[in-house]
């Protein structure tokens, strides 16, 4: 019998137990930091790099994400909840740097409340299913990947973590 991912008191609990980097927050920030070198070369499809200021130090904070993008929106989620780090930066400054496949914009994060966009948000986040995904699907879930395990993933993911947009616009290119 396999148990689904889930939330519990607002913490996401991942099918793997014994895996450390995704059960805890500095595991997470650990495996982030590891990842970060690959995802700024050429970040997979579906990932990215999310750029805050930090509220207290006012420096950039880059964080490995899964990035979504539609058209000038991304949708990323703090899949821990209100206690991760990168959302209070988001919360205190807006303002961020999305690092994504096809590119890096510039764009402000805002909370999903609107129930129509929340509902094409899940959509998206949800019914794409990357090549990466099977990786990561592997550090969080026990036996053979497969699509539907994947979606149920993300799907509890959107549902029990922070669901976010990123209005999207072109970085600036230096001229030099």
Known sequence: MTSAPR???GHYVAE???NRLVQTPTGGRILSAAMLPWFNLLPPRGCGVLTTTGRRTGKARPRCVRAIQRGDRAYVVAIGGESNRWLKNVRANPQVRLRIRVGTF???ARDLRDPVERAEAEAAYC???NPFDYFENL???RGR???AKIVELHRAWFRGGVPLVVELRAEPRNES
């Open 7 to 9: 939330y519990e008191s």
């Open 16 to 18: 793997r137990r014994r």
């Open 106 to 108: 510039h764009g402000v």
């Open 127 to 129: 019914g794409e299913v």
């Open 139 to 141: 550090a969080h879930r």
């Open 145 to 147: 990947p497969s699509r």
